[in-house]
């Protein structure tokens, strides 16, 4: 773990040494100028939004365990979102079973499966979107429709056969399987919880991906499906092994993997690539304040509410 966390800083430092080198931290901060305040706020509204329907997702998987203090969950996913996105190697999901459990009295072995559940489904539309956009634009062949089909049918697949799956992935004893089997225990027994999942998560990632697109695209000038794509990329580069602190350099580096090829210049796509990684972690410290306000209130003294 901490040679994980060096590799992170390692990037990270040498992210920072580049970008001065080669282009100036100034100059590409310096476009902020042009966007209004107005444009930023509604940007930031839009932002935590997401994280709002987010919460609401959290809240409807454990209602029985959340019912009636949702401005605790809200707190609980801002808290959750800050650690993920400023800490390297995904080190940051821990705060999960550590918040639910001392806000909710949720233990591991219960919010451990869900959070894997919730992170398939996350990947699942990211994957589902980038492989459609590729399909659209690269392949467009009536042929691999089906392919796409499928992957749409497995959280589906997944419900319908979850106990035979469990099952049989708990009568294996290789890691993989041991996976598998938390991964299944995630999955909702109720089939109204399971397609409100499905729905908040495509509501959250919709609202998300669209808000760093149009952000996107004020830094450079490109189609809003191209701006979409590079959003998605950026995301999808958590997912990476091995990642920057605070995402630094691999964030922008997902974007700039979509942009270049699409014919944007290399400093062109380094500008927008930071300009919306910086509004993403000043979005982040902001909602991480906010749910710091929200522990000061009283909107809940059922439970302690200091992080």
């Known amino acids: 773990m901490v040679f994980r966390w060096l590799i992170g800083v ?38 935590f939004a997401s994280y709002t329907i987010r919460a609401v997702r959290i809240f409807d998987y454990f209602f029985t365990r959340m019912a009636g203090r949702f401005t605790v969950c809200l707190r609980l996913v801002l808290y959750h979102t800050f650690f993920n996105n400023m800490l390297p190697m995904r080190s940051g999901e821990l705060a999960f079973p550590v918040l639910m459990g001392r806000y909710f009295s949720v233990s591991p072995a219960e919010s451990l499966p869900a959070l894997l559940w919730l992170r398939f489904m996350d990947f699942h539309f990211l994957l589902l979107i980038g492989s459609m956009a590729l399909w659209w634009k690269i392949i467009i062949s009536p042929a691999v429709l089906p392919v796409y089909l499928g ?62 697109a149009w952000l996107l695209k004020q830094f450079v000038d490109v189609p809003f499906t191209h701006a979409l794509l590079g959003s998605l990329m950026g995301e999808m580069s958590s997912v990476l092994p091995v990642h920057g602190f605070a995402g630094a350099g691999t964030y922008e580096g997902g974007i700039m993997m979509a942009l270049i090829p699409l014919g944007v210049s290399l400093e062109n796509a380094v500008q927008a690539a930071v300009n919306v990684h910086v509004f993403l972690l000043f979005a982040t410290i902001l909602c991480a304040g906010t749910g710091f306000l929200l522990g000061l209130s009283s909107f809940d003294k059922t439970k302690p509410d200091h992080v």
């Open 10 to 47: 390692c990037i990270f430092i040498g992210f920072v040494i580049w970008i001065e080198i080669q282009f100036g931290w100034m100059e590409l901060l310096n476009t902020w100028r042009y966007l209004s305040a107005g444009k930023v706020l509604v940007a930031l509204c839009l932002f």
């Open 151 to 212: 992957v749409l049918a497995f959280p589906v697949l997944f419900f319908i056969l979850r106990k035979k799956a469990s099952n049989w992935a708990e009568s294996k004893e290789t890691r993989f399987y041991r996976f598998a089997a938390r991964l299944i225990h995630g999955i909702p027994d109720k089939t109204g919880v399971f397609w409100r999942t499905w729905l908040w998560t495509v509501l959250n990632w919709s609202v998300k991906l669209c808000v760093f």
